[in-house]
């Protein structure tokens, strides 16, 4: 089981090829993927910023929500004073840290393209294989 953020979940859905082939590599490696529940707003948001500019059409849009849904282990409840340290101590906004946070919770490694986590929480976050 791993922890992933929306960078992961957008690449392995309609990330430019580069991106998509580590998602792809990432699933492949560990289907388990897991999230704090606001994966889910994050990830809407951007489908339907897609769908608003033509990336993405409502029928895929759809598709990527169903089988994305079946996939991603949600995490209901966080500690928020903890992920708030985080947050203060790792300079990154509260969303971010709560990533974080599941990672260093669960013993877990966090996969993300987000270059802020990769360099400020090297000891849990991780880039996508190559």
């Not at 990527?64 to 947050?87: G, N, P, R, S, Y």
Request: proline letters at 2%.
């Amino acid at each position: 089981m791993i922890v992933v953020d929306n960078t992961v979940l957008i690449d392995f859905w309609m990330g430019e090829d580069t991106y998509s082939e580590r998602a792809g590599k990432l699933y492949a490696f560990d289907n388990e993927w897991i999230a704090p529940d606001l994966w889910r707003y994050e990830f809407g948001n951007i489908l339907g910023k897609y769908q608003r500019l033509d990336l993405f059409s409502e029928n895929s849009s759809m598709k990527a929500w169903d089988q994305t849904l079946q996939i991603m282990h949600t995490v209901h409840e966080i500690d928020v004073f903890a992920v708030d340290k985080i947050a203060k101590e790792s300079d990154l906004t509260f969303y971010d840290a709560s990533y974080v946070w599941l990672a260093q919770n669960r013993g877990l490694n966090l996969y993300t393209r987000d270059k802020k986590i990769l360099r400020n929480c090297p000891e849990v976050a991780l880039a996508m294989p190559e």
